[in-house]
């Protein structure tokens, strides 16, 4: 059964860092694409990046130069490497896990397994 579970929210100061972490199980990590989405009160959620089973990264422009999505397959692990933190990247963060061929390079276009979300809180 796949599941998700992301952490590492918390509450810091504009221009700090945090790293939140997503384990995927259930399925071989390997063969996963994994998804970085927050959503703000009020606003629909949104995409913030992705990272592809053969490694390919994408990311969002609000998040362009700031955010690194890495994986660490041996321990069935995503991260999100967040850098000079804005009160405007204030959200739940959620992360999504969908299977894919070994090796591919583009992103899931939707996603099958999601975490329970964390929250990031940016302090002016």
């Known amino acids: 059964q796949l599941q998700v579970v992301e952490s590492g929210g918390g509450l810091v100061q504009s221009g700090e860092s945090l790293r939140l972490s997503c384990r995927v199980s259930g399925l071989t990590f390997a063969a996963v694409g994994v998804g970085w989405f927050r959503q703000a009160p009020g606003k629909k959620r949104e995409r913030v990046s992705c990272?592809?089973?053969?490694?390919?990264?994408n990311y969002e422009d609000p998040v362009k130069g700031r955010f690194v999505v890495t994986r660490d397959n041996a321990k069935d692990t995503v991260f999100l490497q967040m850098d000079r933190l804005k009160p405007e990247d204030t959200a739940v963060y959620y992360c999504?896990?969908?299977?894919?061929?070994?090796?591919?390079?583009?992103?899931?276009?939707?996603?099958?397994?999601w975490g329970q979300g964390t929250q990031v809180t940016v302090s002016s």
């Open positions: 999504a896990a969908q299977i894919q061929l070994l090796g591919s390079t583009t992103c899931p276009a939707r996603y099958t397994g």
């Open positions: 990272i592809t089973s053969g490694g390919q990264t």
